[in-house]
């Protein structure tokens, strides 16, 4: 989005022994925070809403400076403007559905336009303890944007959902962004989350953006996948489409001369499609013809073998793509298994998500 | 069987004060307990001790200071006397004092507690929609700590109904002038009127057995 104005950000907080030190500057439609939980996300978005006070150094959203600690100035939260979705949502207990997207109004029309967009039409008279985990978070999101904001702050809007749910709001997510007009920041420990939404990463770790780009080649890239694994690796493959069988409800991915097949998704025959696989949801196994249900088998050799803590990771090369999968230190021992190893990588339809709405 | 005319006097002068007082501590309460829940500031620590004191202090010896205070000897009484020539001592206006200072740490304990239970989070969430400070409190800061407040309300309303110590030292025991309820209870033993006590303590008892009943209907879930 070329009119979108530019964010900056360059300050300085320190919080007991942690120092979250940022310069970047934000040019994209949704540029996403990448990082571990205590890598200073949080932290983060609360010095650019205006809730934490930076210790140094000036935000500013394009011409207008927000925070300079050089000339002492520091716009509180309230006249920034800022959306703000909370990883717990923080709706207002004693007030219903339409009295918190009400809240920050500003006596405009939008309120209608986002109770639609995010479908919460039927809450309105609801109270938040009467709301389910996805509904709660769509009131969020409603709130934050009724008041008609001029970016958006989104602090892990999805951690606190289980993965069905995630997929149903996503799409609301990606709603959200081609209806209003504005840039929003978004902060998860989630590769998949970001894949499917930002325009721009940035890579946090203990308080410093360490690396930043494109989405899908920075997180896919052979240097990051050591930060991958601190975030909880997921293997992210764009892959053709092969086939896409709505009746049998499959869809066929194409790696190398192996198949990949995933529960069926209206993707585009011919085209990629990126998916994620979670390292632990990937079984190792020594024989190919084994009497289970899981549906793909991809043979492969184990090119590193890692020792992590409680677990082996194993990198594994499959058609010229690079797989993570986490074992067992037990079950590195009884398969025997050693770089250079061929294996088989068993893998549920089930546990391969797409990452496109 | 009849209640007679003094006993009269005295529960309503009890009622009288004990709503005078609260209407003057109650938002003074609102803000000390704000100041002392949601504020760090350089004197909290002080504040917040003076506040209690009366709370630990024998009444009597609240009412002893009070009457060095108040009285036409003392700095605030003499300042008074001097400039508008009243006496605040042993009047009307002593009870309410008396009773208000007793009561006050009972209030702000109970806004206290209430509005240390709103989470700093949503207040944050509300500035970041837009709301000043003083919005955030009266929309989410005090409806939220309800519970407490009214509880606090509650408490330090009765406890001013039924303030002894301090008063009959700042403000003496004056049957239809400052005799309140509890006053009137001692009198009326020292005196030996058995059937006067029992209708006071009677009438005492179901008034404080309401307050307390409210407290806890409004305070638990």
């Known amino acids: 989005m070329a009119d979108s104005p530019k964010i900056k950000l360059d300050f300085r907080k320190s919080l007991g022994n942690f120092i979250l030190d940022i310069n970047c500057r934000l040019e994209t439609k949704v540029s996403a925070f990448l990082g571990v939980s205590g890598s200073g996300k949080s932290t983060l978005l609360n010095c650019v809403s205006g809730t934490l006070t930076p210790d140094e150094g000036e935000i500013a959203f394009g011409d207008e400076i927000l925070f300079a600690s050089a000339s002492k100035i520091n716009l509180p939260p309230e006249k920034r403007r800022f959306g703000y979705v909370f990883q717990e949502g923080y709706l207002f207990p004693h007030l219903t559905v339409a009295q918190n997207i009400r809240y920050g109004q500003q006596r405009s029309r939008k309120a209608s336009i986002v109770v639609d967009i995010l479908e919460i039409s039927g809450l309105l008279q609801r109270y938040p303890k009467q709301l389910s985990g996805g509904q709660r978070q769509r009131v969020a999101i409603a709130r934050a944007l009724a008041m008609e904001p001029r970016m958006l702050l989104m602090d892990e809007p999805l951690a606190s959902l289980d993965s069905s749910l995630k997929a149903r709001i996503i799409p609301y997510l990606h709603h959200v962004k081609d209806a209003f007009d504005i840039p929003i920041l978004y902060v998860t420990h989630a590769f998949s989350e970001i894949l499917a939404l930002a325009d721009e990463a940035f890579l946090l770790s203990d308080g410093k953006i360490i690396a930043n780009g494109e989405p899908h080649q920075l997180l896919t890239a052979p240097s990051v996948m050591p930060i991958a694994q601190l975030t909880g690796v997921e293997n992210i493959l764009s892959l053709p489409v092969t086939l896409s069988d709505k009746a049998r409800g499959v869809t066929s991915l194409e790696i190398g001369s192996q198949q990949l097949v995933i529960p069926y998704t209206d993707a585009e025959i011919g085209g990629l499609l990126p998916v994620a696989i979670r390292a632990e949801d990937i079984i190792i196994s020594l024989a190919p013809d084994l009497p289970i249900s899981a549906r793909n088998m991809l043979h492969g050799t184990i090119q590193v073998l890692d020792v992590v803590g409680e677990r082996t990771v194993l990198s594994i090369l499959v058609e010229g793509h690079l797989l993570s999968v986490k074992i067992t230190h037990e079950a590195r021992q009884q398969l025997q298994l050693q770089e250079g190893s061929a294996v088989y990588c068993v893998i549920k339809a089930n546990a391969i998500n797409p990452l496109r709405a | ?221």
């Open chain 2, 1 to 221: 069987m009849r209640i007679t005319p003094a006993e009269v006097a005295a529960l309503s002068l009890s009622i009288k004060v004990a709503l005078l007082s609260l209407v003057i501590t109650f938002p003074l309460g609102l803000l000390v307990g704000w100041l002392l829940a949601k504020r760090t500031f350089p004197g909290k620590v002080l504040l917040n001790t003076l506040v209690m004191c009366p709370l630990v202090l024998p009444p009597i010896v609240s009412g002893y200071l009070l009457l060095i205070l108040l009285g036409r000897q003392g700095i605030i009484g003499g300042f008074i006397y001097q400039v508008f020539g009243i006496e605040i001592v042993f009047s009307e206006v002593a009870v309410v004092i008396a009773v208000s200072i007793i009561s006050f740490p009972l209030l702000v304990r109970g806004i206290m507690t209430g509005m240390e239970s709103v989470p700093v989070e949503l207040e944050n969430a509300a500035r970041t929609l837009g709301a000043s400070p003083m919005k955030v409190f009266w929309t989410i800061t005090v409806p939220m700590a309800y519970r407490g407040i009214i509880g606090g309300t509650i408490l330090g309303f009765s406890k001013s109904l039924g303030e002894f110590g301090a008063t009959i030292m700042v403000a003496g025991n004056i049957p239809g002038k400052t005799q309140t309820m509890a006053l009137a209870i001692f009198s009326a033993v020292h005196l030996g009127e058995d059937v006067s006590v029992y209708r006071l303590v009677f009438i005492s008892t179901v008034v404080a057995f309401v307050a307390l009943w409210l407290t806890e209907r409004f305070t638990l879930r």
